[in-house]
């Protein structure tokens, strides 16, 4: 039933496509959602550290270029998105790697996409954190980073955390909900867990622990905005 409704769904916003073609909300420039000029503009988060020294996010979410982007996505399947989205990420983690490399030995990262449950993925068709993750390492030409798919899952099925505003009660939520399948390929490597978006940090510090405890030496967060 789930592939059916994705298959539909599917269908539908192509439909949906050729009877209101797409043009940017930002500059309204035809043929894309938003552009990637439009998207470099938005305006940089400036609570980085607030919820965690380790959670990095790159745009502000109060944005409406940027909430409209990660909705879409998310929600409307335009994928393409996630490769402009790619570029920025990129550009910025090699500035943020530069400084972790030099003050902390923060070197040869994994890159992680936190995962989603096996019934949201196969509704939506595809994991919006791994978009953003392969898309990264599409700009990754030098091949300072490396991906691992599949390796952090997510082991049972949580009431969606956007539903939840108290970040202890989000906490709670994720109790145990993630996993290491394979212990070897993350001990003693650093890690960046990718994500599109941090609110109370609460995912990306329940994956964390999970992470450490399957061996890794340290972990990091880096979301879209915040």
Request: net charge positive; aromatic share 8%.
């Given at each position: ?156 099925n949580t009431p969606p955390q956007a539903k939840i505003k108290n970040k202890q009660a ?57």
């Open positions: 039933m789930i592939s059916y409704m994705h298959y539909v769904y599917t269908i539908f916003e192509i439909l949906i496509g050729l009877v209101f073609p797409r043009c940017c909300v930002g500059c309204g420039k035809d043929g894309i959602s938003i552009c990637p000029n439009c998207l470099s503009r938005s305006p940089l988060s400036t609570r980085n550290g607030t919820i965690d020294k380790d959670i990095i996010s790159v745009f502000d979410y109060r944005h409406p270029i940027i909430r409209e982007a990660i909705w879409l996505l998310k929600y409307r399947r335009h994928r393409e998105i996630s490769h402009n989205l790619g570029r920025i990420l990129y550009d910025y983690l090699i500035e943020e790697m530069a400084e972790r490399t030099l003050f902390s030995h923060f070197t040869d990262p994994l890159l992680i996409a936190i995962p989603s449950a096996k019934a949201r993925r196969n509704f939506r068709g595809f994991n919006q954190a791994e978009l953003l993750m392969r898309a990264i390492k599409e700009h990754d030409t030098e091949n300072r980073f490396t991906i691992v798919p599949s390796v952090l899952t997510k082991k049972k989000r906490l709670s939520n994720l109790r145990g909900a993630f996993s290491v399948s394979d212990t070897a390929k993350v001990e003693n490597r650093n890690i960046i867990l990718i994500d599109d978006v941090a609110t109370t940090g609460a995912t990306i510090t329940e994956a964390k622990r999970a992470l450490l405890a399957g061996g890794a030496k340290r972990v990091i967060g880096l979301t879209v905005a915040h």
